[in-house]
């Protein structure tokens, strides 16, 4: 990972696009596009991103990106951040930018003093709506949370998947219920709590399986937080890395009265993702 505080220059990076970007969502497309062959995303790291963490911003686009620190950054006034820009960006031509970006100190600074600042071409690219709603990450935020899957992905242009790693389970599932892997992902953003019809994908697989998965406290078992994939096409044997994707919200998270009762509901969630998942190509 490039971490531009710490390198000196870039060179051969004309374009420049600038934002936070968690999410990677169409509104973020739409500045990417407008990079051209030798474009480079800066990404302002809060620290905060938890819809596309870290790394995770890389999946979705193929152009070079380099971090920024924002706290390297916010204490700088609009001059020296533009001075910051071009001793690191050498070649730099062009900045793309959305309508709403602020920079600086108490993020005093918008589009109008980096076209004021900049000696180079300032690219301001118009709001991005889905259904009249402008697309921003808190909204896509706000959306997981009330486990409204369909709008989320829709705003993201992707289906939203969170990445994790592989642990033990509490080794009742097989046995009693059906077969799970357990994950840990904890820099996600974790949907609402409840059943989903899923893709997951292990390790470096090249395709998803059609899966259900469940995310929340198993009210029904030890009461702990567990987000828990079954595979709907066979059995899977290599899981160190783990990466799901939510496709549609089945049903909320609920306490049964026995293990029975609850495998019931899970052969009917079984049945609803199937159904969820049927079309879709893996
Ligand atoms: C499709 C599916 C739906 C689930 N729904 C619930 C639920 O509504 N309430 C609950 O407490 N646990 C639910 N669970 C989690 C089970 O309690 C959990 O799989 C069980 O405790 C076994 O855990 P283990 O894999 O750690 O052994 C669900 C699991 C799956 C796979
Ligand atoms: N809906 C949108 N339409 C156009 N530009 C956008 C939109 N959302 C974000 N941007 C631009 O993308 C960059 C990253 O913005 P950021 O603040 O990280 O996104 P968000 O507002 O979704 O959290 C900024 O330059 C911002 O102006």
Redesign the pocket.
Same mark, same amino acid.
């Given at each position: 990972m490039v971490i531009l505080n710490t390198v000196t220059t870039i060179k051969n990076s004309t374009t420049i @696009? %600038? +934002? +936070? &970007?968690? +999410?990677m969502? %169409?509104? #973020?497309q @739409?500045?990417f596009n407008e990079l051209g062959e030798n474009g480079t995303i800066v990404v %302002?790291e809060t620290g905060y991103a938890n819809l596309t963490p870290k790394r995770c911003r890389e999946k979705f686009t193929n152009k070079n990106i380099i971090y920024l620190e924002l706290e390297s950054i916010r204490h700088l006034d609009g001059v020296g951040f533009m001075k910051l820009l071009n001793e690191k960006f050498v070649d730099l031509e062009k900045i =793309? =930018? +959305?309508?709403? &970006?602020h920079f600086g100190k108490d993020r005093r600074y918008s589009y109008v003093d980096l076209t004021e600042l900049f000696d180079g071409e300032v690219v301001v =690219?118009?709001? =991005?709506?889905h259904k009249n709603d402008?697309? #921003?990450? #808190?909204k %896509?935020r706000a959306k997981l949370q009330i486990g409204d899957i369909k709008s989320a992905n829709e705003f993201l242009g992707h289906n939203y998947t969170i990445i994790g790693k592989h642990i033990r389970g509490q080794g009742i599932g097989a046995k009693e219920l059906v077969a799970t892997i357990n994950v840990q992902a904890t820099e996600f953003l974790m949907p609402k709590e409840g059943v989903y019809a899923t893709l997951t994908r292990i390790n470096d697989e090249e395709h998803f399986h059609p899966s259900v998965s469940f995310v929340g406290h198993r009210v029904t078992t030890d009461g702990s937080f567990a987000i828990e994939t079954h595979i709907l096409d066979g059995e899977v044997t290599c899981k160190e890395r783990v990466e799901i994707s939510f496709v549609a919200y089945i049903r909320g998270n609920e306490k049964f009265d026995s293990l029975e009762e609850l495998k019931k509901m899970i052969q009917k969630d079984i049945a609803k993702a199937s159904k969820e998942l049927k079309f879709l190509q893996l």
């Open positions: @696009a %600038i +934002g +936070g &970007f968690d +999410g969502h %169409i509104g #973020h @739409a500045l %302002i =793309v =930018v +959305g309508y709403d &970006f =690219v118009d709001e =991005v709506t402008s697309v #921003h990450s #808190h %896509i």
